[in-house]
């Protein structure tokens, strides 16, 4: 067992000062020092820096790995220009997959903060990486097949790397599914895919309403989305609506990305059957989406995260700058409140979603935290929040299952 005393603790969406923590690979008890001390005679006390700040490790539970070579030859400003650019140097993008600076990508999210990440992946090309790295997580085997003539040949190797995951799962590797969006997958394929997810009890993630481009095709059958599919396959029809997509998975446990031009009553779907949103605002500015509507989100009762999705449409895969961004794109929002808020969106919200336990510093939590070097002292612990978003201050721990991990410079 070990012990922490820093200055503050963030515990159950309060901050708690000169408290301390007992904990092995499950947070035990959070009280005094002199009374952990007493209980726990022989457990190891840690050296924390003054001004130190603990809470839980952060939560990317949307984000694809494969593209970590961040690169200029996507186009950015619409969904579509982004889709025409990532198809035309689709060669290149995969020939730059590299299991080395994949494991770079893992080891600098963690320094800055991430213990846990919902890998998005589409050719099995992170499974190395991942499999070596101490992050948790939970790897998103995605599927995309929207032509009726591909549906048996990419449904194949879809189940062939989703039985990959399977043989490597651990601890830390949770498999899982992703159905890329209703636009890129075969209402047909997707039936199949969530029998398995519904048979084998995994966690499903899907892009949901991105893009207007989106919005058209699926309520008109036109716009950008038309023209893409005429001269990509020569045949633009598509195999749903968004209300019948999402009818399809029914109480299949879903984590729906983007939904920035999502209707009211889409929304309601997802809230009743208990499905979730990750929220990218970096990348929805890159792409020329909407903001997403957080109100209208609270007000339905609709839980959110914010996650930072690939390199191909942000530049960095830190969280406190995605949450930076986010602090500044959600104007309507009181900014120290809000800041809670965003913490929550990176700890306790997701992990709800991914159904693991940790995102807080409470009894009975699993022991992924982080310990943070504040710059002073705070007279006022409510301002803690929106400072660790506005400032980059160093982290100078992280536990994963209260290990601790260790990186070159440690």
């Known amino acids: 067992m070990k012990i922490l005393a820093p200055k503050y603790i963030f515990s159950e969406n309060k901050i708690l000062e000169n408290y301390a923590v007992v904990f092995n690979k499950q947070i035990i008890k959070i009280d005094s020092l002199e009374n952990i001390i007493k209980e726990f005679p022989k457990a190891e006390i840690l050296e924390s820096s003054p001004n130190s700040f603990l809470m839980?490790?952060?939560?990317?539970?949307?984000?694809?790995?494969?593209?970590?070579?961040?690169?200029?030859e996507y186009n950015y400003g619409s969904y579509i220009e982004w889709l025409n650019s990532v198809v035309q140097n689709f060669q290149e993008l995969s020939q730059n997959i590299d299991?080395?600076?994949?494991?770079?990508?893992?080891?600098?999210?963690?320094?800055?903060?991430?213990?846990?990440?919902?890998?998005?992946?589409?050719?099995a090309l992170d499974f190395e990486a991942l499999k070596k790295s101490p992050i948790?997580?939970?790897?998103?085997?995605?599927?995309?097949?929207?032509?009726p003539h591909q549906v048996d040949s990419l449904f194949q190797l879809f189940l062939g790397r989703l039985n990959d995951c399977e043989n490597i799962k651990d601890e830390k590797l949770i498999p899982a599914i992703a159905i890329h969006s209703?636009?890129?997958?075969?209402?047909?394929?997707?039936?199949?895919?969530?029998?398995i997810a519904k048979d084998r009890k995994y966690l499903v993630s899907a892009h949901f309403m991105e893009s207007k481009a989106e919005r058209d095709w699926l309520d008109n059958e036109s716009g950008d989305f038309y023209n893409f599919y005429m001269k990509n396959y020569g045949v633009a029809k598509k195999s749903t609506t968004?209300?019948?997509?999402?009818?399809?998975?029914?109480?299949?446990?879903?984590?729906?990305?983007?939904?920035?031009?999502?209707?009211h009553s889409e929304l309601e779907i997802i809230f009743d059957k208990n499905h979730s949103i990750s929220?990218?605002?970096?990348?929805?500015?890159?792409?020329?989406?909407?903001?997403?509507?957080?109100?209208?989100?609270?007000?339905?009762?609709?839980?959110?995260?914010?996650?930072?999705?690939?390199?191909?449409?942000?530049t960095s895969l830190n969280l406190f700058d995605e949450l930076r961004t986010a602090l500044f794109s959600h104007t309507f929002e009181n900014v120290e409140q809000f800041a809670f808020s965003l913490l929550?969106?990176?700890?306790?919200?997701?992990?709800?979603?991914?159904?693991?336990?940790?995102?807080?510093?409470s009894t009975g939590k699993d022991s992924d935290m982080i310990l943070i070097?504040?710059?002073?002292?705070?007279?006022?612990?409510?301002?803690?929040?929106?400072h660790l978003i506005l400032n980059k201050y160093p982290i100078y721990q992280t536990f994963i299952f209260g290990e601790r991990i260790l990186f070159g410079t440690d």
């Not at 770079?104 to 589409?122: C, D, H, P, V, Y």
């Not at 968004?242 to 209707?263: D, M, P, R, S």
């Not at 929550?344 to 940790?358: C, E």
Request: net charge neutral.
């Open 373 to 386: 070097q504040l710059e002073d002292k705070f007279h006022q612990v409510e301002k803690i929040p929106l």
């Open 136 to 147: 948790r997580k939970i790897i998103f085997n995605e599927i995309i097949a929207s032509q």
């Open 99 to 123: 299991s080395e600076k994949i494991e770079l990508t893992l080891q600098n999210m963690m320094k800055s903060g991430t213990t846990t990440i919902g890998a998005i992946s589409s050719q």
């Open 182 to 195: 209703p636009f890129s997958v075969h209402k047909i394929v997707v039936k199949k895919v969530l029998e």
């Open 279 to 314: 929220h990218c605002p970096v990348s929805n500015r890159l792409l020329g989406g909407n903001t997403l509507d957080i109100q209208k989100l609270n007000e339905q009762k609709i839980d959110w995260n914010i996650s930072t999705d690939g390199l191909s449409s942000n």
């Open 242 to 263: 968004a209300k019948e997509f999402l009818t399809q998975f029914g109480e299949v446990q879903t984590i729906f990305t983007h939904c920035n031009y999502a209707n």
């Open 56 to 72: 839980a490790g952060l939560i990317n539970s949307h984000t694809h790995l494969e593209f970590s070579n961040h690169t200029t």
């Open 344 to 361: 929550n969106s990176v700890t306790k919200i997701p992990a709800k979603q991914l159904r693991i336990n940790s995102g807080d510093i």
